[in-house]
């Protein structure tokens, strides 16, 4: 099979499938059918890499991409209507104005200037959409097969007469996943808008699953309310798209990414398109002043949200940021992308504090950790870009982990409050041992996450950028505050609780266990993925990369500690020869280890909480601040740019 | 090769000597200062002795297994110290050091543990913000994260880091668990969290945690002679007379402060470490 054919593959196979769960109803052939699919897709994805891992990737030439051209521009009207009609079904007209403006802007620029402006390779593969192409392919896989035990029990405790929307559910995400592979592997930036708008549209529909179409005592207002959120800031993102798009094409003659990047590396500015594209990231990546859309999505099933946070949607955001950082660095457009994701990285982990909702807490380490690689990107510089692009592959399988795991724990302990999980470990231990491998992953030397932060805030020193590494610095207090006290909560001992692990769909502990695995290998073997697949990359963009933030010897040290901890636990945890005694309460502890005698001779049950500070990190707090940063930082910058585009 | 050796075996070996020296002239002048004779410098030698030989209990299954990691990582930390690594990996090594610590405190879902532990991870929160500026300081005034590499710097860091080491000197009294900031547990009998942290250790794993102490002290101390290095024997000399000082201003001020609120800890290490901290690194940026 040629390159050009597994590209095909997957970019059509997931929408073949999409159409197919669609049209077959039965829980049988559904559970078959995305079984298969996923297989299928991982093999593609891995097929691919392997296609290209000798030549580092090609450029592709495409004989009917102006049929395809044509068709996506049909389509484009299409989405276009149906925005303006449920946007006018729903009394929310902000999302229609923006259809109304993006979508003819862009069809009078492909009709009128884009058509004579020659693409020669519309589709490519390079060591990044490589990468790209496994997290969506095997983390986005893993997520549908877990969402069809997951998406049963979610049926089964929705209300009487609810009907059963599962085939359009499972649609949505596999129409995902396709849209996510063109993204990845487009060139011309008109192709990759397409894709673009068909993830914002898609994670409209998903966000919305309990509120769109339902009748109006099914309905969910919230899901609704958040869905069009979501669409707004994300339409408001597309238009800024299409202004890059309008100004590179006008300006530079060229709607190619590459040739964009390559203009920029010859020393001509491209920074009046690349602020556009960067705030389109910006708000795909969820950065503030546009992180609410994210934290609404977590009304929408629990796969979505694993989908949104890992693979998809937000990583599409970083990747076309990570995609300009050659552009990026000390000009205005890099400033404004690294001061923006700065400022969310430090407010989000801040915020992250003050919540007690799992899901919460799991959707601003998200913000923050996407704000992180946002920096990088802004920062541009080879090392910088190492760092982002090693936090996206890290923060991909294990915050996926983290959301199904609450997700799991949700329908098991009716609770998705950290509170609640007290005790975790007697009730669901597989469970809690997942979900504990993937909070240490998250902030723990020597795991992933941590390696990268590390890069990062040496990346950050290496390019003089102060505030950033004394952001970081802050930020990273925070994170380790946050995790290591859901982590305590996890790892409360408490006597007498029933284990109820069994009530786990066999599909559920199945990609826990994968991803908890891959959460391991991936540190194992990241000194791998960087010298097989990240170095080439960065040689290619950067020229000569001469220093890593992590030299070999600590990237080894680190694996050992890796290998250290896995030994350390398999053989030594939960097994004592000690005598077990009661807890000291100072009052008379009753036996139970859960309630003392008090003064009254009465009995007290003890009971627990932790800390959220919220005087110093109120969510609300938090927001405001941030939300008036960034938009001073956006607005100013292209101001900024547009003053001098009046000048041109 | 054969010098980190000799150094790591060397550092496994003497730490807990010098430390446990260290903790036992501590609780001297303490003494001194309060106008009593106070123990006989081994004490804590004694002390540490008789624990291990108390009867073997816990309260859970998970617990001490912990509690045995924290130490094993605390170890590794100096380790990595004194054989001349980088000195992210080493606070990152002790940042999950102190996780275990946490953790095992958490995991007895005892009262006074949990709170204690809260408060451990509150004192976190305050100190690491200036530790990693530290770190930072110290690259860019040397040029290299690997202690090694400083170790060979032929200018004295001290005059070019000053705001970042008296912010360093700041947190210590935090890392020491000194007074005013000893909120999670203190070595002192008087407070109203029983023993915090610690209070559901006992024996063995109690010990441990004494000796994981004595080690981490001793890296603690190394860190600030690393301010004083210029390759010159005279450096050292400086270095080692300043880590006495340092040690004996901790103790004083442990000796002349009533425990504070926690507010008063996190307010005042993160305005340290933004003043004191961010200022020196914006001047180093200039200046190299």
Known sequence: MSTISTVIFLIGFPLLVAIALLILKSDAARDIIVKVAAVAIIAASILLVVQQFGSGGEYFEIKAAETIGKIMMVCEVCLAIIIVVLGCKYKRFLAPVFAIIQTPLMIWFELSKGHHIAVNNPMYIDRLS????????????????????????????????????????????????????????SNNLIWMY?????????????????????????????????????????????????IGIILLGTYYETLELSTMITIGAMGYSVVAPAIFLAFAGITKAAQMPFNSWLLGAMVAPTPTSALLHSSTMVKAGVFLIIKLAPVLGWNVAGIMVMMVGGVTFLLASFAAISQTNAKKVLAYSTVANLGLIVACGGVGTAEAVWAGIMLIIFHAVTKSLLFLCVGTAEHQIGSRDIEDMDGLFERLPKLAAFMLIGIAGMFLAPFGMLISKWATMVSFVDSNNILLVVIICFGSAATAFYWTKWMGKLSATMAGRENIQKNVHGEETFVHATLATLTVIVCLGFPFISSALLVPYLEGN??????????????????????????????????????IVPLYMAGYNMGDDLTFMNAMKGETAVSLRNWYMESYFGEFKMNVIGVIATSIIIVATVGIVIGTLGGM | MVKVIIAVIAYIILAPIVGGFLAGLDRKITARMQG?????????????????????????RV?????????????????FFFAGENLLLVMFTLTLASVFLIVAAFSSNSPY?????????????????????????????????????????????????????????FILTIKFRKSPFDL???????????????????????????????????????????????GTWWGYVIGIVDVLLTYFLEILIDNSFARMKWQVAINSSWIVAVVLGTVNLFMLMFVR
């Open chain 1, 130 to 185: 490589m990468i790209m192409v496994l997290i969506i392919g095997i983390v986005g896989s893993l997520i549908t097969v877990y969402a069809i035990g997951y998406m049963k029990d979610f049926q089964h405790h929705q209300k009487e007469g609810v009907p059963d929307r599962r085939p359009w559910f499972f649609f949505l995400m596999f129409l995902f996943l396709s849209a996510m592979f063109g993204l990845v592997m």
């Open chain 1, 194 to 242: 397409f894709f673009w708008e068909i993830t914002s549209l898609c994670s409209y529909f998903l966000i919305g699953y309990n509120g769109l179409f339902h009748t109006k005592e099914n309905e969910d207002k919230v899901a609704t309310r958040n869905a069009f959120r979501a669409l707004v800031m994300n339409l408001f993102g597309g238009l800024g798209f299409v």
């Open chain 1, 542 to 579: 950067f020229g000569s990369v001469d220093t890593l933030a992590l030299s070999a010897n600590n990237m080894v040290i680190l694996c050992i500690m890796v290998a250290v901890l896995v030994l350390l636990f398999a053989f030594f945890f939960g097994k004592t020869n000690k005598k």
């Open chain 2, 36 to 60: 009593r004779v106070g123990p006989p410098v081994l004490q804590p030698f004694y002390d540490v002795l008789k624990l291990l030989e108390k009867e073997s209990i816990t309260v859970n």
């Open chain 2, 63 to 79: 617990q001490d297994f912990y509690v045995m990691c924290f130490f094993i990582f605390v170890i590794v930390t100096g380790c």
């Open chain 2, 113 to 169: 543990a949990e709170v204690g532990a809260e408060r451990e991870l509150l004192q976190m929160l305050a100190y690491e913000p200036m530790v990693l500026i530290t770190c930072v300081g110290f690259y860019m005034f040397t040029g290299s994260f690997e202690v090694g590499q400083i170790m060979l710097s032929t200018k004295m860091p001290f005059p070019y880091l000053i705001g970042i080491f008296l912010g360093f000197i």
């Open chain 2, 184 to 230: 999670s547990m203190s070595h002192h009998a008087h407070q109203e969290l029983v023993a915090g942290l610690k209070t559901e250790f006992s024996g063995k794993t109690l010990a441990m945690l004494e000796a994981a102490h004595w080690y981490e002290n001793v890296f603690l101390l190394g860190m600030v002679f690393l301010f004083f290095v210029n």
